[in-house]
């Protein structure tokens, strides 16, 4: 992560195709496009990709899990479980529907612990959303079977994950409905843009529409088309699409990259007996975007964390103390800051936070680093980056 630092080529033909023809716009005006639909032709690569039987493209990967969850009949007043481990964009897109963001430790694997799941469900709980943080993944077998149990719609966000496996199959493609994120930061960008996956052939009609105004894309004449429900514009634009479709064709390429590189480091901080790994279910294959471990202890952890500055390794993440993808630094949300109101449903439902505390959730963070691994490395830097890592993270446990 991230592909924009190999782009080149392959991302500027695609672009051209759009540019040359000039219609941005993925849906109509199939007189001037010379046969180029960029993000129609990324939609049927992430199916085959990703074994999956639909996607649908969107604006962000924010805008994908929103649209996953109003396509799942998800809103006012349902309760929707999440990680405190995550992007804030999932807490974000909860709030987006009326729905009520309910926060559940995560364990060992960084991602929802399965036993606090089970603790939170009541009555109004609708869906379960696991966020695959840091390019590995939760516990899908023991999320779907409570899914199963209490018939709830498993939701996975797979933004940081694309590329992972788990029991062989995709990240994205397990749950009732899959996201990803094609930000510029992910390990496939294309700048701006996200997706819905899905084998559910109502939930991906849902999306086809909701995300485009309601339309229902029958026929040729887009004034002419009738709308069934209310929707939004969360499209992708072709140009988006574009640089897309060339980055996931390399999507294998770069998590074989990526693999090399965090066995190189992870090599040499195995030599280091006070560091642990994060835990990777049974059956998982990471996409290798992010090495993630353990140190003993917070006071540790944060003198790491800067011996790692101080040495120049950048891009190594102490999440205990980052405001965006940890509750802790979600103060914001916490108090509830909204330009508008907020229903009182929403209100009282959020009242847990003021004093709630993740005792679990913190005993990991606390002691996490996760450094991002990049696709640019030559061999020597990783190389000696390794030996500097070491060498920070020694100091840091004298
Ligand atoms: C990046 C990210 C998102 C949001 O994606 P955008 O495309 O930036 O809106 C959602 N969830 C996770 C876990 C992410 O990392």
Redesign the pocket.
Known sequence: MPGFELFGDKERKELNDVLDNGVLMRYGFDGMRNGHWKAKALETALESQLQVKHAQLVS????A?TVAMASAGIGAGDEVIMPTF??V??FEAIMMLGAIPVLVDIDDTLTLCPKAVSNAITPKTKAIMP?H?CGSMANMDALQAICKKHNLILIE?S??ATGATYKGKPLGSIGDLGCL???FV?IITAG?G?AVLTNNEKFYTHADHYSDHGHDHKGSDRGAETHPFLGYNFRISELHAAVGLAQLRRLNEFVAIQKINYNILREALSRIPEITFRTVPAGGEESYSFLSFFLPNLEITRNASNALKEAGIDACFHYFDNSWHYIREWKHLKDLKSLYPISSEVKEGLEYLQTKTFEQSDHYIARNISCLIKLSWTEEQVKERAQLMVKAITSALK
């Open positions: 962000s990967g924010t805008a899990v995550t992007f964009a999932s966020v943080m966000d933004s940081q994120s094609l930000d992910k701006e996200g």
